[in-house]
Nanobody
Framework: QGQLVESGGGLVQTGGSLRLSCVAS????????MGWYRQAPGKERELVAR???????NYADSVKGRFTISRDNAKNTVYLQMNSLKPEDTAVYYC?????????WGQGTQVTVSS
């Protein structure tokens, strides 16, 4: 199914911004939907945003208006621009990709928002 590698996480103050990137490689199948999920300590993994190959997007209500997902199909890369960050956005962020034959996940990148 290939490999996903995330980057761009880090520590930021409340109100700050970060941009996450995720590069998919090694898959011989066409990548359809790509997405970002997050998991905070003691909580279940939740959808943040996802984007279809055609560019259709959907977002969790908690991030609408603050986060923007985009992708570059030629580079098999998906991005997550995160603005107006809040302490409750603190989590490990995971990239995912779907093909007709299954899904792949990245190892995750930590995002910490200090108050």
């Amino acid at each position: 199914q290939g490999q996903l590698v995330e980057s761009g996480g880090g520590l930021v103050q409340t109100g700050g911004s970060l941009r996450l990137s995720c590069v998919a490689s090694g898959s011989i199948f066409r990548i359809d939907t790509m997405g970002w999920y997050r998991q905070a300590p003691g909580k279940e993994r939740e959808l943040v945003a996802r984007i279809s190959r055609a560019g259709n997007t959907n977002y969790a209500d908690s991030v609408k208006g603050r986060f923007t997902i985009s992708r570059d199909n030629a580079k098999n890369t998906v991005y997550l621009q995160m603005n107006s960050l809040k302490p409750e956005d603190t989590a490990v962020y995971y990239c995912s990709s779907d093909t007709a034959f299954g899904s792949s996940w990245g190892q995750g990148t930590q995002v910490t928002v200090s108050s």
